[in-house]
DNA sequence: ACCTGAACACCGTTCAAGT
DNA sequence: ACCTGAACACCGTTCAAGT
């Protein structure tokens, strides 16, 4: 009962915008997270969301970029068990989000944390022996790998959580990839 | 000249609309593709398409299976050698659309063209020495590799045509991958 | 059967106006 | 600065009606 005022219905955080499209993506995929709605759910008119993001593609980013914030990366142990950690992990924040993966296949995947992983991966994987430029070939597969798994996994399950599958047949192939890849290492 | 009623403006064959949805995939990605432009595309009112496709995604799905049905499967040669050809035809034939990609990994994925190489990556694999329950995995994991190298090359070109980096890092991680395939195989 | 226009319930985005 | 309602140009889809 702060006040009888009910056009400003109090200044969101450019947070609490996010928040509202991660449960409303969650919830309804990507047709249920619209500008209208998040809006709606934050309490505020729709155009008001336009004082913090440019357009809806820019909070879809933005939402990418901080799921992508939290993974963690550089642990200890050899560069396979540090890749393996990694992918471990984008796997597990991304797949509890199923909403947001296809915003991340269909983006430009370019913002400063996409980068700290994509970077991260390349020296680890300059650190297994392999030249730079197949170094560079390597982070690229295993990046594809990583993304076309995760989008494979969560593409139908949005709102059934089927996908319970587990990491076992994901864990498989990212090792058949790194085996190749350790193999080509070897050779030099 | 053949006469003047406007009404009835000839009725359009599936094939007909499918092919106005690719057009404008291809040159404008997925929002230019709506019903109500593939009608005009075509020359018929919006609500004709319904007598065709039950909805939107229906267009879509049939698009899909139509790019699949002309991927080559089953040439001669190894196991390594037919999955490497299956993986470049699929390849090429899906970059050069790349407007129907973002569809393809955010859908079903379980039309019979589909299945047809699902079905063919696994009997090869199957022929690679690996018991059942690994040639699952491992075409699994290839279908994965496809389909991500396919979806990150393509998935900010649909209208700049930059992905001309041709296939060299596609077939090395794709090398790799098979590598790690075929010595897991020999292990057994 | 096949095709139509009108209508419904939505979109993203812009803009002039209010505080 | 920040937030608003009204408006514009779209969507997918349904439906009663026409041939």
Redesign the pocket.
């Known amino acids: 009962m702060v006040e009888a005022g ?7 955080t450019e947070r609490e915008i996010l928040d509202a499209a991660l449960g409303l993506l969650d919830t309804g995929g990507r ?10 759910a934050v ?17 879809e980013c933005a939402l990418i970029e901080r799921l992508l914030g939290a993974v963690r990366i550089g642990g200890g142990g050899s560069w396979r068990e540090a890749v393996e950690a990694i992918a471990l992990d984008l796997r597990q924040r991304l797949v509890a989000h199923p909403g947001v993966v296809p915003l991340l296949l269909s983006g430009p995947l370019d913002g400063p944390h996409a980068q700290r992983i994509a970077d991260c991966l390349l020296e680890l994987l300059g650190a297994s022996g392999l030249d730079p430029r197949s170094a560079a070939r390597a982070s690229y597969a295993l990046m594809v790998f990583v993304l076309g798994a995760i989008a494979l996994e969560t593409f139908d399950a949005p709102r059934a959580m089927i996908g319970r599958a587990g990491p076992d047949r994901y864990l498989w192939g990212l090792r058949r990839m790194l085996d190749g890849v350790e193999a080509e290492a070897k050779l030099h």
């Open positions: 009910h056009k400003p219905r109090r200044a969101p047709p249920a997270a619209s500008i209208r709605r998040i809006a709606a309490g505020v008119a729709p155009t008001t969301v336009y004082t913090f993001f440019p357009d809806r593609t820019a909070v």
